[in-house]
């Protein structure tokens, strides 16, 4: 799948569930920003990695695995710190920013987990 394709796809389906939770969730209260927050750190994270798969997919195999797994450790050291920045300076409510962001990331990974499972069971010809 096209990067252009999974983005449109993540955004679809953040902006339909973020919908839903706007109708649960009181706008005057900084719950919602929170949840807004954690949404948008597991969308770039997963736009990400989606992005970096599909970068080094045709490339080596230490170039792949650096790819993947040294995207992985950036990708978390930079989720810890925007998590951080949210509770310590922006003054977010944690437990809806972290409800927010495990929810919307394992959402995500189920999504980005399929999407690569259907890519390599296509023949390479048709790639």
Do not use: C, D
């Amino acid at each position: 799948m096209s990067f252009l394709r999974y983005s449109t796809l993540v955004l679809l389906v953040a902006a339909a569930t973020l919908a839903a939770t706007g109708l649960l969730v009181p706008a005057e209260t900084k719950a919602r920003a929170a949840i807004l927050f954690g949404a948008v750190l597991a969308i770039l994270n997963t736009l990400v990695a989606h992005a970096l798969v599909s970068w080094s997919e045709r490339r080596s195999t230490p170039a792949f695995f650096g790819a993947v797994l040294g995207g992985m450790v950036g990708r978390m050291a930079v989720m810890l710190a925007a998590v951080i920045t949210g509770v310590l300076l922006l003054g977010l409510p944690r437990v809806p920013l972290v409800v927010s962001l495990l929810a919307y990331y394992t959402l995500f990974l189920v999504m980005e987990l399929t999407v690569q499972h259907r890519h390599a069971q296509r023949p390479a010809e048709t790639r």
